[in-house]
Structures are given as structure tokens and as C-alpha cells.
């Protein structure tokens, strides 16, 4: 088949593709003019991003002072592609500003300030390329900032690191788009270059066949590349029809291969590789003479300039500085419309600050006799009248005035089954269009949208994979740490099982630290113990002191008491005998009724001061025995809890304090109530009552230390009470006594 395209060629038969049309080519304003050198401009406005991909990292900052050719920003990525300085200069800002895209947005840019010096970087010129392998000679086209020139910016040194069998290596030189002379003037000036370039490419791919396509309409430029690869065999030079949009890429394709690329597909999955003119010669200057992509040819044409000129201008060069060389026609009362392109598928620029990119290969500056359209403010779109000219014409055998419905309604899926990405905005659509429908406006827009909501849903789907790996990173180490404790204690199971040294130093470890914490336990249970039973012993000897003060007194004052006690008694014993002897004679009735008159009669004053003091000692005397026989019991109750004390452990020993707390307490209840001396029985009731309480709160560890404390203050304040209590009774016994001699 590669054989019969040849043939073709030779005898100068190609294929055509569908559709196209044949504006007229305004060509003739620049053609016969070569290419200018301009002056440096005061300052260059350069974007970081001028090519499909992502721009790259800064390497300068705000006062930075560059030389001509130095890299501004670092490639990181496949798609990012330097930029570099086209002059040398101080960088005077770095800020957003106005780019060449039909949105007219914003973009960030280094500010140049031009030294006008134009000193060049140290550079590295290699005279033989055969010196240098594939990798060194991609890289320096990588280095150097290249992108494909024609228009879509593609990174160069991506599409040449191909390992795909190449068949052809189509050049194209087409330049189809009216008024655009560019490349036609490259190839007449710089024929010998752009050789050197196809030969660099050459030896990156080794295609079998190397095609430069050119259209009729530039018979000039035939002729330069005719003789410059007069005696290279397998390059041809393929003069094609001139047709709008031969230039396109898979059209070219068509035209010189027969071969149509199906869609969504590239030209390499088919064996073909397309690099433009342009693009040869700025690799030959990266690779030969180490010259980075700082500048390009640019056709500056319109009938509203002067002088139209193909010129050399720097990147970054604003439009308005290429205007003022070219004689720019100043217009009464209306702004001058500026076209970025050609008048096909270029796009209006809002400022004319706008600089020149990489891709920019024409400044169209029209005359309103020329151009109307483009002073037009209002659109005069009218309803699609559904002639079917757009289809009829359109290159890619799409159905334009269905995208178009389906662009303006934001069907996005419907335009995906379009085929919308197969649209290559050529504009021919909308020049046949009757209805005036800027037909390419709605493809761009629409594009653009796909494009954001793509590069939206692509970032969601990364991040929701990173968080994906993140989670099962995660559990991957949980369960890696799980199963690495397992294996660690199972370790030491098994070597503390196995009968060796390490094992029994290992048990010996353990067990010497399981005996120090029991004895610690054991020594703190002992030193509670014996605080409690020396606190035990000393109330029991308290106690005892306050019983013998309390006792001595009463067995003094016994002896009293029991004399009043025996002498009342006395007394009414021979009340009754009196009252109860029978009357047989005078005398007894003499007797019996003086023995009555004696109990009728009222006593005396002496009598009822003996009975009543008899009475009180009888009552004191009581309470003494009852006070006396309490303490006797605390006594005993004290002192018997102090020899338990002493045999039990801890928690009994807890027990016993308690006890000894809860008597304290009660002794010092009954002090404050009406009888100053507290019963045996209320003292027993207490017992009670703090036996139940302990045993209720004996696991609470919290009592030892304030049990202990409030013990001794209940024991110092009913030692106090009893002294008090002790002065009462020898009182009360003195004033007994006193009554009984009175009453004698």
C-alpha cells in the first residue's frame, strides 16, 4: 500500500476529503515582502502557559535580571513545556494580565523589562547531530520550550518520542487559512533549516516515507524545498490542490494517503506523524545551535495597516508594539477590530496588550469595506432556515446545525454522540451559513465546557482513588500490626514454655515482680493493722482511767445511801403493820385509832425534808449505778475489741476501729441529751448500730486515716465528760449525805 501512495504521488493523483470551499485567499498583501527584523520592544508580557497542558514552575522572581535564552519556568511534567527569556532584561512584574484566547481571559505572566542589550545565555552548538543519541536530542527539545507552531501547541518533544513503526512523515506546509504567509516566507528564507530539521526527525522516528505537503498557491516555496532535498531520496515534496482546509491535520492525511483517521483516534495509531514547517525550524535551532523557542514569524496583515509585513517577533511581544510597525490606519470615532488568526478560525482580541504565544501566526487588522462583519456590534443571526450547506461543506462530515441545537441547549451527552470533538473549527460551516449563525462560537464554548466538567470529573475520580488507597492503606497496616502483635506474644509465649535460660530468666522476672507487688501489699495491710490496734490499746486505756474516776466515788457514798434507802424502808413497814394489827380491846382500838391519827396526821417539817432527801439520794443514787454499770460495759467492750484487734488482719482490724469510732460517737450523743450520764442499753443499741454500719462499709478503704483521728478526739472529749460528770456524782453524793445527818 506504502508503495502505491508513492505512485500516486510521483504522478501527482491525490486523494480529497469531504467538503471545503474556497474563500478568496487575500495572500498578495504580504507574499512578495520578506520577512522584517523589528526593534526590541520596551517590555515583553510573557504567559506561562502557551501550549495544550500545564504550565510550569517559576524560576524567577520580581527584580530578577535575565540573559537571552535563560528558562523562567521548570518542567515537571510530560505536558508542561518551559518557557525562557527572548531578551535579556530585569523582571519587572508578575501578575495576571490579558492572553490570545477567545474568552479573553486572564492568565499569569512574567513582566520583561528590556535592557535593550540583547545578551545571550552561554550557549552549546553541536555541528554533527549524529553525535547526539534519540534521548539527549528529545531532551533538548524539551528544554527548549518547543510546541507544535501550527496551531493546536502540542508538546513537540512528546509526539517525536515515538516507538511505533512510523510509515509517513507528513510536513505540513499547507497554510491554507486566507491572508496567513508565514510559513510560505519560512520556507522560501529558511528552506536549508528546515531540512536540517526534517533530518533530525528523521532520525528520531526512521518513518519509511517523509512527505512535505504544500498547496499550489506557493509556487515560490515549492521551489526552494525542491532543490533543498534535491538529493534526499525519501523525502518528497507533494503539491496539492489549494482547497480550505487542506491544512487541517486529518484532512492532509487524506489528501496525501487516502487514509482517513476514524474518530476519537490519533494520526500515530494509524503510522503517520504530522510536525509543521515551523516547528522543523525551531527544532533545527534547539538542537543545532541551542537556541530555545523565544520567536516566530507572524504575518501582520489588513488593509486597515500600511504596511503589512511578515515580521520576526519576539514571544511575549504585544500587539499594539506590532500595529505601530506595520503603520496602523487611524479610524474617526470607532475602535478598530484586531483579529488574532486568520479570518477563518481566528477570534477577536479584547485588548491589544494581548501578547504574542507560541501559536500566534497572524495579526489580522481589517478594513470596514473589507471585513463589515467584524464591525458589526449587534449579530445579525437569524433562525436556522435548514439549507443544509453547513453539512455540506463541513470537513469532518459532522451535522452542524444539530450541534449547534444541542451547544445552545448544554446537551452534552448529545453532543458526545456528535461527535463534537471531531470538529476542528475551521469556520467553513458558518462561512456558507445564510442565516449568519456564528456556528463556530457555539462549537468553542461548548468545547470549552466539556473540556472544565471533564478535567472536574477527573480530579473527583483521583481524589476519591486516593482516598480509596488511603482506607485500605490504612487497614492493610491495622492488620499488619495485629499480626505482628500476635506473633510477638506468641513468641514470648513459646519462649517462656521452652525449658532454656532466656525462658527461666524471663518466668524468674515475672515472678520476682508479682512477690515485690505482694509484699508491698502485704507490708501496707501490716503497718494499717498495727496503727489500728495501738490506737485500740490507747482509748482501752483511756477508758479504763475514766472508769476508775467514775466508780471510786459511788462505792464511797454507797454505804450513805443504802442507810437513807434502809430507813425509809423501815418506816413504812411500820405503816402497814400498824394499819393491819386486828382491834380486840380498848387499848388496841386505842392503839389502832392513835395509829391512825399518826398516818392521818401530815407530817412534820423534819419528816418531809428526810423523805425528800431520801428520795433524791434514792434517785442520784440509781443513776450513779446505772452510770457506774455503763462504763463498766464500755470498759469491757473496749477491752475486748482491743485483744481481738490485735489477732486480726487488715479488714477486720478496720472492723474494730469502727466500733470503737461508733462508741465515741454514741457516748458523745448521750452526753448532749437530758441525761447527762448515757445508759448500758443505749451504749449496746450504739454497738449495734455501728456493727451494721461497719459491716455495711467495710469494703470502704477510704475510713483508716479519719476513723483513726476522729477516735482520739471522741476519746479525749468523753475523757472530759466523765471528769465533768465524776465532779457532778461527789457532789450530789456530799449533798446526800448532808441530808441524811440532817434527817438523823
Known amino acids: 500500500m506504502v508503495e502505491s501512495v508513492i505512485e500516486r504521488i510521483t504522478r501527482g493523483h491525490f486523494w480529497d476529503f469531504h ?75 508578575i501578575k495576571m494580565s490579558v492572553i490570545a484566547h477567545p ?48 496551531g493546536a501547541g502540542f508538546p513537540t518533544h512528546i509526539k517525536v518520542n515515538s516507538k511505533t513503526d512510523i510509515n509517513f512523515l507528513i510536513i505540513n506546509g499547507a497554510e491554507c487559512e486566507p491572508y496567513i504567509t508565514a510559513d510560505d516566507l519560512l520556507m522560501m528564507e529558511q528552506s536549508n533549516a528546515i ?139 470607532e475602535q478598530q477590530p484586531v483579529i488574532m488568526g486568520g479570518p477563518m478560525m481566528g477570534f477577536s482580541v479584547s485588548s491589544e496588550l494581548v501578547p504574542i504565544v507560541k501559536t500566534s501566526n497572524c495579526i489580522l487588522v481589517p478594513s470596514k469595506t473589507e471585513m463589515p462583519s467584524a464591525f458589526e456590534k449587534e449579530s445579525k443571526e437569524v433562525e436556522c432556515i435548514r439549507c443544509g450547506q453547513c453539512s455540506d461543506v463541513c470537513p469532518s462530515q459532522l451535522l452542524p446545525q444539530e450541534l449547534q441545537w444541542s451547544a445552545k441547549a448544554k446537551d452534552y451527552p448529545q453532543l458526545e454522540k456528535l ?64 499480626e505482628k502483635h500476635k506473633k510477638a506474644a506468641a513468641a514470648r509465649k513459646a519462649a517462656m514454655n521452652i525449658a532454656t535460660p532466656e525462658a527461666t530468666g524471663a518466668k524468674s522476672a515475672v515472678a520476682a515482680a508479682l512477690a515485690r507487688v505482694k509484699a508491698k501489699k502485704a507490708a501496707q495491710s501490716q503497718s494499717q493493722s498495727q496503727a489500728s490496734t495501738a490506737e485500740a490499746q490507747k482509748n482501752l486505756a483511756q477508758s479504763n482511767e475514766l472508769a476508775t474516776e467514775a466508780t471510786n466515788p459511788v462505792d464511797e457514798q454507797k454505804t450513805e445511801v443504802a442507810a437513807a434507802i434502809a430507813r425509809a424502808k423501815a418506816k413504812r413497814i411500820l405503816k402497814q403493820e400498824a394499819a393491819n394489827k386486828p382491834i380486840s380491846s380498848n387499848e388496841g382500838v386505842k392503839q389502832t385509832v392513835t395509829a391512825q391519827l399518826e398516818v392521818s396526821q401530815p407530817p412534820s417539817n423534819d419528816d418531809k425534808k428526810a423523805i425528800i432527801a431520801a428520795a433524791i439520794a434514792k434517785a442520784k443514787a440509781k443513776k450513779l449505778s446505772k452510770a457506774a454499770d455503763a462504763v463498766k460495759s464500755v470498759n469491757l467492750a473496749e477491752s ?67 476513723a483513726d483521728k476522729k477516735i482520739r478526739i471522741s476519746a479525749a472529749i468523753a475523757k472530759a465528760k466523765a471528769k465533768k460528770k465524776l465532779k457532778e456524782a461527789r457532789n450530789l453524793a456530799g449533798t446526800v449525805k448532808n441530808n441524811d445527818q440532817d434527817s438523823g
Not at 504567559?47 to 535563560?70: A, F, M
Not at 547531530?129 to 528544554?143: M, P, R, T
Not at 488482719?649 to 447527762?676: C, G
Open 19 to 93: 467538503g471545503g470551499i474556497h474563500p478568496p485567499e487575500q495572500k498578495m498583501l504580504t507574499a512578495s515582502k520578506p520577512i522584517k527584523q523589528l526593534a526590541l520592544p520596551k517590555q515583553l508580557i510573557i504567559p506561562l502557559q502557551q501550549h495544550i497542558g500545564r504550565e510550569g514552575d517559576l524560576l524567577v522572581k520580581i527584580g530578577d535580571k535575565v540573559l537571552k535564552g535563560q528558562a523562567l519556568t521548570l518542567s515537571t511534567n510530560p505536558m508542561v513545556v518551559p518557557i525562557h527569556a527572548p531578551t535579556s532584561g530585569t523582571i519587572s512584574a
Open 103 to 150: 474568552s479573553g481571559l486572564s492568565q499569569l505572566c512574567v513582566f520583561l523589562d528590556v535592557d535593550g542589550e540583547d545578551t545571550w545565555r552561554k550557549k552549546t552548538v553541536c555541528a554533527d547531530i549524529e553525535q547526539l543519541s534519540n534521548s539527549e536530542i528529545i531532551e533538548k527539545i524539551a528544554d527548549a520550550g518547543i510546541a507544535g507552531m501550527g
Open 640 to 706: 475486748t475489741a482491743a485483744e481481738k484487734a490485735v489477732n486480726l488482719t487488715d479488714k477486720k482490724a478496720k472492723i474494730a476501729a469502727a466500733i470503737a469510732k461508733a462508741k465515741s460517737k454514741a457516748l458523745a450523743k448521750k452526753a448532749n441529751q437530758e441525761t447527762p450520764i448515757t445508759t448500758a442499753e443505749d451504749i449496746h443499741l450504739e454497738k449495734i448500730k455501728a456493727v451494721r454500719v461497719e459491716s455495711k462499709d467495710e469494703s470502704d478503704s477510704k475510713a483508716n486515716a479519719a
Open 419 to 482: 461527535n463534537l470533538s471531531d470538529c476542528i473549527d475551521c469556520g467553513a460551516c458558518a462561512y456558507v451559513c445564510p442565516s449568519q449563525i456564528p456556528l463556530v462560537h457555539y462549537y468553542r464554548i461548548a468545547k470549552a465546557e466539556i473540556r472544565q466538567q471533564q478535567q472536574l470529573d477527573l480530579k473527583a475520580e483521583k481524589a476519591k482513588t486516593r482516598f480509596e488507597a488511603r482506607n485500605l492503606r490504612l487497614e492493610k497496616e491495622k492488620t499488619a500490626r495485629q
Open 195 to 333: 531540512v536540517d530539521g526534517i533530518k533530525i526527525l528523521d532520525k528520531l522516528l526512521t518513518p519509511n516515507f517523509i512527505l512535505i505537503a504544500i498547496e499550489d498557491n506557493k509556487p515560490k516555496a515549492i521551489k526552494a524545498l525542491q532543490q533543498a532535498t534535491a538529493a534526499i531520496e525519501k523525502i518528497k515534496v507533494c503539491v496539492v490542490p489549494t482547497k480550505y482546509p487542506a491544512g487541517g491535520e486529518k484532512q492532509l492525511i487524506q489528501i496525501l494517503t487516502g487514509q482517513e483517521v476514524p474518530s476519537g483516534r490519533l494520526p500515530i495509531h494509524t503510522g503517520i506523524v504530522m510536525q509543521n514547517i515551523a516547528t522543523c525550524f525551531a527544532i533545527n535551532d534547539a538542537v543545532r545551535h541551542d537556541i530555545p523557542l523565544i520567536r516566530r514569524v507572524v504575518t501582520v496583515t489588513g488593509q486597515a495597516l500600511n504596511k503589512p509585513q511578515n515580521v520576526w517577533a519576539l514571544l511575549g511581544t504585544p500587539i499594539n508594539f506590532l500595529l505601530k510597525q506595520c503603520d496602523v490606519q487611524a479610524i474617526e470615532n
